[in-house]
């Protein structure tokens, strides 16, 4: 696939420093007395396609934009397409309620802070080479200032997404804590009644055994029953703080 051709005369200095496939990536190019500025159009999460959007600035400093004049509004549009977006994305962070729509803020915002700080760094590279050019000046303040919001932007977002990875790991940490102190209670509660239940059950069988008739020997064992679920419990007790 051929690079995509302009209704313009590039001088051949600067038609040399490009590649035959593509505009390649965000760049000043400065040959000749003549200033191309290859940019992008802001990506879209779902493709890693970018549609270049190609700027030169000729000797007299007119702008032409994809072989067509009127490159300094198309320049200026560009750049407010931009902070169009990073406002979009600011209002939804404001808006957000769940994880999934901070992730969502993150796979869309991703790549276009990305493009925005590579065409702030195409701009810089631009005024280095073109020094008065003060509407050139005033784009790449722009672009700074456009590329920072999407920086603080993503920080803020990945700072709000690690709190809420801490604060659900917290809650969790804390439920498994209660569980584990309700545990707790049932095994104490089982040890302490389990010699009780035992006997009780041995002792209730309907078998003769001669003992019926002597209430001495029911407190006897029930409070040797009890002395077992005592020892039980001390045992249990003494088994968990161990571990």
Same mark, same amino acid.
């Given at each position: 696939?051929?690079?995509?051709?302009?209704?313009?005369?590039?001088?051949?200095?600067?038609?040399?420093?490009?590649?035959?496939?593509?505009?390649?990536?965000?760049r000043a190019i400065y040959e000749a007395d003549h200033l191309l500025i290859v940019l992008?159009?802001?990506?879209?999460?779902?493709?890693?396609?970018?549609?270049?959007?190609?700027?030169?600035?000729?000797s007299d400093g007119s702008y032409l934009y994809?072989?067509?004049p009127g490159g300094a509004a198309k320049?200026?549009?560009?750049?407010?397409?931009?902070?169009?977006?990073?406002?979009q994305y600011d209002h939804a962070h404001d808006a957000a309620t769940s994880a999934t729509d901070?992730?969502? @803020? =993150?796979?869309? %915002?991703?790549?276009?802070?990305r *493009?925005?700080?590579? !065409?702030?760094?195409?701009?810089?590279?631009?005024?280095?080479h073109v020094k008065d050019d003060l509407f050139l000046i005033a784009m790449r303040d722009e672009a700074y200032e456009i590329s920072r919001g999407f920086d603080l932007l993503i920080h803020d977002v990945k700072l709000e997404v690690d709190y809420r990875i801490a604060r659900s790991t917290?809650?969790?940490?804390?439920?498994?804590?209660?569980?584990?102190?309700?545990?707790?209670?049932?095994? @104490? =509660?089982?040890? %302490?009644?389990?010699?009780?239940? *035992?006997?009780?059950? !041995?002792?209730g069988m309907n078998l003769v055994h001669g003992l019926e008739g002597r209430p001495v020997f029911f407190w006897l064992v029930s409070l040797a029953a009890g002395g077992?679920?005592?020892?039980?419990?001390?045992?249990?007790?003494?088994?968990?703080?161990a571990d």
């Amino acid at each position: 696939m051929r690079r995509k051709p302009f209704s313009w005369q590039l001088p051949q200095e600067i038609e040399v420093r490009l590649g035959e496939s593509t505009w390649g990536r965000q760049r000043a190019i400065y040959e000749a007395d003549h200033l191309l500025i290859v940019l992008h159009s802001p990506p879209e999460a779902d493709t890693h396609k970018r549609a270049p959007e190609v700027f030169l600035r000729q000797s007299d400093g007119s702008y032409l934009y994809n072989g067509m004049p009127g490159g300094a509004a198309k320049l200026k549009k560009l750049l407010a397409h931009y902070r169009e977006l990073l406002e979009q994305y600011d209002h939804a962070h404001d808006a957000a309620t769940s994880a999934t729509d901070l992730f969502q @803020i =993150l796979e869309h %915002a991703g790549p276009l802070s990305r *493009a925005s700080s590579h !065409l702030c760094d195409a701009l810089q590279a631009a005024r280095e080479h073109v020094k008065d050019d003060l509407f050139l000046i005033a784009m790449r303040d722009e672009a700074y200032e456009i590329s920072r919001g999407f920086d603080l932007l993503i920080h803020d977002v990945k700072l709000e997404v690690d709190y809420r990875i801490a604060r659900s790991t917290e809650a969790h940490s804390a439920n498994a804590e209660r569980m584990a102190a309700a545990q707790h209670k049932l095994n @104490i =509660l089982v040890a %302490a009644t389990f010699p009780l239940v *035992a006997v009780a059950t !041995l002792f209730g069988m309907n078998l003769v055994h001669g003992l019926e008739g002597r209430p001495v020997f029911f407190w006897l064992v029930s409070l040797a029953a009890g002395g077992l679920g005592g020892f039980t419990v001390l045992w249990v007790t003494n088994r968990l703080t161990a571990d």
